[in-house]
């Protein structure tokens, strides 16, 4: 089985060589992308199938003792963040092609570099392992961003590496700090390490601090909405499926192992999500184009998961999982309509939108039924999460964080009412050239299929709910109680 | 004490540096910081811990090998992050004459 955990890695950089020698062959590029990100997802779903009763898959590498090898590991959380992320770029390879956008030749390797990285901070069983496979992730994310260089991209790229490079050297640090007093950087060996000393404690904060960053928590988010937007329509969708959520991944990580059952750092985590939760979406209402409401949302869902990884426990954490997979689907679905429109409109501007739902009803329905479902109405994904991590909070006796959650999601509502009715409803507005030419039949189709599909799997989702919820359930579990873990790494 | 104050004086400097709006200015701050994090973790290994990792065979005094490695690769993540922050500066002076990205519209 070991080659099922070494695949999610390799096969996307070998597709990275691969794209790289086909540059300038567009259709010999989409299929070496498209399916390499295929056979990965069928390799992440045998590793949730393998994973499905809590047991733990560990490999190592070259042969060294286990305290000193490059130990790969997947537990159902890995195998399902797998899953999800392998269906985002197979989606958003898809779109990028539908929308031309690999025009730039270097588009499919970078998504494949960014792919990469993304499996190896989901598969390491090291912090500093960890810390190269999330820069391995960026530094092609940075480039994406500014794939294009127009004076908007780099301005926002700027933004974008300071903030990120910042994040990461305080990672790097904290790492050192790390493995100063722990004397180790391996999971396993650190677990519940924070419990007993004070050192290893505050190293691991100062870890979770700069995850932080990367996860875009108030008060360090003012990066990502002001960068996002300004990539290409394909790409932020793929941001928003891959880049932030590996960031709360790894919060999650260190913060259910270094810190195993040490709850000094509750109420600050709790406070952090509500203000994250409050000021992102508060954030949001001021906006104007599509893309930027929605990133400022993104900032505000992050919120969510944070509490949930606060209020922990296997309530909380099994909400917190189920939350963030069924979120990273819906959310990316939003991008992917908002893109579509871009395409087809030529803006994402509220003012210059209208009567799109008579135009586009597909669309129409599609960006409906995610926008209900982020905002947590019945019977849709968003609204089990909601429920679950209401019901772990209540558990818990965080009464004043459920309070906010509750609050938030009515104004994540309004947010969603006032896209549909921007975009959607309304009059067309007479005056605007049109900018671009209308697409053909075959393209429109082509570009609208990729956000219909993701609010498809949304909405199933929802109405499946109990298979996922399981599976968040057993990956809670392993969290709470890694023994298997351990076991498994340094065997 | 030296290893702190050489990251002392380095992460100040680099933090000095990377609040400056020149692109340039901001990737040597990002070096700086960077040699910060490097020396911090070259300082942070101890063999007492763990042993030496060579099978079979006694050591009288062995290096930690784990730090030195993660140093060398933090390097080379450290290079390749400079080289676009400059590749970024370059098409800012070209594109704006200027690299301070915030200066003109």
Same mark, same amino acid.
């Given at each position: 089985m070991s080659w099922l955990l070494v695949l999610p890695i390799a096969l996307p950089l070998a597709a990275t060589a691969a794209t790289i020698v086909a540059r300038g062959r567009r259709r010999a590029q989409r299929l070496v992308s498209v399916g390499c990100a295929l056979v990965v997802l069928a390799g992440a779903v045998a590793l949730v199938w393998a994973t499905r009763d809590g047991e733990v898959l560990a490999t190592g590498m070259g042969g060294w003792p286990a305290r000193f090898r490059i130990t790969l590991v997947a537990d159902p959380f890995t195998a399902l963040m797998l899953t999800v992320s392998a269906l985002m770029v197979t989606v958003c390879a898809l779109f990028a092609a539908a929308r031309e956008e690999d025009e730039e030749p270097y588009l499919h390797p970078l998504v494949q570099v960014l792919f990469a990285g993304a499996c190896g901070a989901y598969l390491t069983a090291d912090i500093f392992d960890l810390f190269v496979f999330i820069e391995v992730a960026l530094i092609a994310s940075y480039v994406l961003l500014t794939l294009g260089g127009s004076l908007r991209r780099l301005r926002a790229g700027a933004v974008y590496v300071a903030t990120n490079l910042l994040a990461s050297t305080a990672f790097l640090a904290g790492v050192a700090l790390l493995y100063g007093t722990a004397g180790t950087v391996n999971f396993a060996e650190l677990a519940g390490r924070a419990r007993t000393s004070g050192e290893v404690a505050v190293a691991g904060t100062f870890i979770l601090a700069a995850l932080a960053v990367k996860g875009g928590l108030v008060p360090v988010h003012g990066w990502l909405p002001r960068s996002y937007p300004a990539a290409s329509p394909a790409v932020t969708a793929l941001f928003s499926g891959l880049l932030t959520k590996m960031g709360v991944y790894a919060m999650f990580r260190v913060y259910c192992t270094v810190f195993q059952g040490e709850t000094t750092l509750r109420t600050p985590l709790l406070l952090v999500a509500s203000l994250t939760m409050l000021l992102g979406v508060l954030g949001a209402v #001021?906006?104007?184009? +599509?893309?930027?409401?929605? =990133? !400022?949302? +993104? $900032? =505000?869902? $992050? #919120?969510?998961? &944070? +509490? %949930?990884l606060g209020i922990s426990g296997i309530a909380g954490l099994s909400a917190g999982i189920f939350f963030m997979l069924q979120y990273i689907v819906v959310k990316t679905s939003l991008f992917l309509c908002s893109g579509a429109i871009e395409t087809f409109e030529g803006t994402g501007a509220l003012s210059e939108l209208g009567a799109v739902a008579r135009r586009r009803? &597909?669309? %129409? $329905? %599609? !960006? #409906? &039924?995610? *926008? !209900? =479902?982020? *905002? #947590? $109405?019945?019977p849709l994904s968003g609204f089990f999460a909601k429920l679950a991590l209401l019901q772990a909070a209540f558990g818990a006796d965080d009464y004043a964080v459920a309070g906010v959650a509750v609050g938030v999601s009515f104004l994540t509502l309004f947010s969603m009412v006032k896209i549909w009715n921007g975009v959607f409803w309304g009059d067309p507005p007479a005056e605007r050239q049109r900018t671009t030419a209308a697409p053909t039949r075959g393209r429109a189709a082509a570009v609208v299929a990729p956000a219909v599909a993701l609010a498809a799997v949304g909405a199933a989702v929802g109405l499946g709910a109990e298979l996922l919820w399981t599976l968040s359930a057993q990956a809670a579990a392993l969290l709470v109680d890694p023994a298997a873990y351990i076991e498994a790494v340094l065997r | 004490m030296t290893a702190a104050t050489i990251v002392g004086v380095l992460a100040a400097a680099g933090t000095y540096l990377v609040l400056q709006r020149g692109l340039v200015r901001m990737a040597l701050g990002f070096v700086l910081l960077g040699h910060a994090a490097n020396v911090l973790l070259v300082v942070s290994g101890g063999i007492h811990r763990r042993g030496v990792p060579i099978e079979g065979e006694t050591v009288g005094r062995a290096a930690d090998p784990l730090p030195q490695a993660f140093t060398l690769t933090a390097i080379v993540i450290g290079f390749g992050m400079t080289a676009f922050l400059l590749a970024l500066a370059v098409r800012a002076q070209r594109d704006l004459g200027d690299d301070d990205l915030e200066g003109k519209s």
């Amino acid at each position: 089985m070991s080659w099922l955990l070494v695949l999610p890695i390799a096969l996307p950089l070998a597709a990275t060589a691969a794209t790289i020698v086909a540059r300038g062959r567009r259709r010999a590029q989409r299929l070496v992308s498209v399916g390499c990100a295929l056979v990965v997802l069928a390799g992440a779903v045998a590793l949730v199938w393998a994973t499905r009763d809590g047991e733990v898959l560990a490999t190592g590498m070259g042969g060294w003792p286990a305290r000193f090898r490059i130990t790969l590991v997947a537990d159902p959380f890995t195998a399902l963040m797998l899953t999800v992320s392998a269906l985002m770029v197979t989606v958003c390879a898809l779109f990028a092609a539908a929308r031309e956008e690999d025009e730039e030749p270097y588009l499919h390797p970078l998504v494949q570099v960014l792919f990469a990285g993304a499996c190896g901070a989901y598969l390491t069983a090291d912090i500093f392992d960890l810390f190269v496979f999330i820069e391995v992730a960026l530094i092609a994310s940075y480039v994406l961003l500014t794939l294009g260089g127009s004076l908007r991209r780099l301005r926002a790229g700027a933004v974008y590496v300071a903030t990120n490079l910042l994040a990461s050297t305080a990672f790097l640090a904290g790492v050192a700090l790390l493995y100063g007093t722990a004397g180790t950087v391996n999971f396993a060996e650190l677990a519940g390490r924070a419990r007993t000393s004070g050192e290893v404690a505050v190293a691991g904060t100062f870890i979770l601090a700069a995850l932080a960053v990367k996860g875009g928590l108030v008060p360090v988010h003012g990066w990502l909405p002001r960068s996002y937007p300004a990539a290409s329509p394909a790409v932020t969708a793929l941001f928003s499926g891959l880049l932030t959520k590996m960031g709360v991944y790894a919060m999650f990580r260190v913060y259910c192992t270094v810190f195993q059952g040490e709850t000094t750092l509750r109420t600050p985590l709790l406070l952090v999500a509500s203000l994250t939760m409050l000021l992102g979406v508060l954030g949001a209402v #001021g906006r104007e184009r +599509m893309r930027d409401i929605l =990133s !400022f949302h +993104m $900032v =505000s869902q $992050v #919120g969510y998961l &944070v +509490m %949930a990884l606060g209020i922990s426990g296997i309530a909380g954490l099994s909400a917190g999982i189920f939350f963030m997979l069924q979120y990273i689907v819906v959310k990316t679905s939003l991008f992917l309509c908002s893109g579509a429109i871009e395409t087809f409109e030529g803006t994402g501007a509220l003012s210059e939108l209208g009567a799109v739902a008579r135009r586009r009803p &597909v669309l %129409a $329905v %599609a !960006f #409906g &039924v995610s *926008a !209900f =479902s982020l *905002a #947590g $109405v019945p019977p849709l994904s968003g609204f089990f999460a909601k429920l679950a991590l209401l019901q772990a909070a209540f558990g818990a006796d965080d009464y004043a964080v459920a309070g906010v959650a509750v609050g938030v999601s009515f104004l994540t509502l309004f947010s969603m009412v006032k896209i549909w009715n921007g975009v959607f409803w309304g009059d067309p507005p007479a005056e605007r050239q049109r900018t671009t030419a209308a697409p053909t039949r075959g393209r429109a189709a082509a570009v609208v299929a990729p956000a219909v599909a993701l609010a498809a799997v949304g909405a199933a989702v929802g109405l499946g709910a109990e298979l996922l919820w399981t599976l968040s359930a057993q990956a809670a579990a392993l969290l709470v109680d890694p023994a298997a873990y351990i076991e498994a790494v340094l065997r | 004490m030296t290893a702190a104050t050489i990251v002392g004086v380095l992460a100040a400097a680099g933090t000095y540096l990377v609040l400056q709006r020149g692109l340039v200015r901001m990737a040597l701050g990002f070096v700086l910081l960077g040699h910060a994090a490097n020396v911090l973790l070259v300082v942070s290994g101890g063999i007492h811990r763990r042993g030496v990792p060579i099978e079979g065979e006694t050591v009288g005094r062995a290096a930690d090998p784990l730090p030195q490695a993660f140093t060398l690769t933090a390097i080379v993540i450290g290079f390749g992050m400079t080289a676009f922050l400059l590749a970024l500066a370059v098409r800012a002076q070209r594109d704006l004459g200027d690299d301070d990205l915030e200066g003109k519209s």
